[in-house]
């Protein structure tokens, strides 16, 4: 089960960070992927992580940083620099016993709740 958390209402230029915490099941490696979904539009990668290996989207690059707690068995993307236009729902998901990475939410086993962002102009 995964559980995202961290979501709220910003300032542009400001900063939030998200975490998801895994339970149940651990693998000893796995891949855990952000997504987001604003109003209208389809869901897009935001970033992913597995071990020391990172993805980012172009429109995140250099704002936004995909980390992970092993001893917590929890990850966490932190946003800097926000914009109006990250706002949406951000998902988590994850990939267990895998060492790759993947921008493709369908390629994902578990499937988390959102936590909205909001980012005001």
């Known amino acids: 089960q995964l559980q995202a958390s961290g979501g709220g209402l910003v300032q542009a230029g400001g900063s939030l960070r998200l975490s998801c915490a895994a339970s149940g099941r651990t693998f000893g490696r796995y891949t855990m992927g952000w997504f987001r979904q604003a109003p209208g539009k389809e869901r897009e990668f935001v970033a992913a992580?597995?071990?020391?290996?990172?993805k980012y989207a172009d429109s995140v690059k250099g704002r936004f940083t995909i980390s992970r707690d092993n001893a917590k068995n929890t990850d966490y993307l932190q946003m800097n620099s926000l914009k109006p236009e990250d706002t949406a729902i951000y998902y988590c998901a994850m990939k267990g016993g895998v060492t790759v990475l993947s921008s493709s939410i369908t390629w994902y086993t578990y499937r988390g709740q959102g936590t909205q962002v909001t980012v005001s102009s």
């Open positions: 992580i597995n071990g020391g290996s990172t």
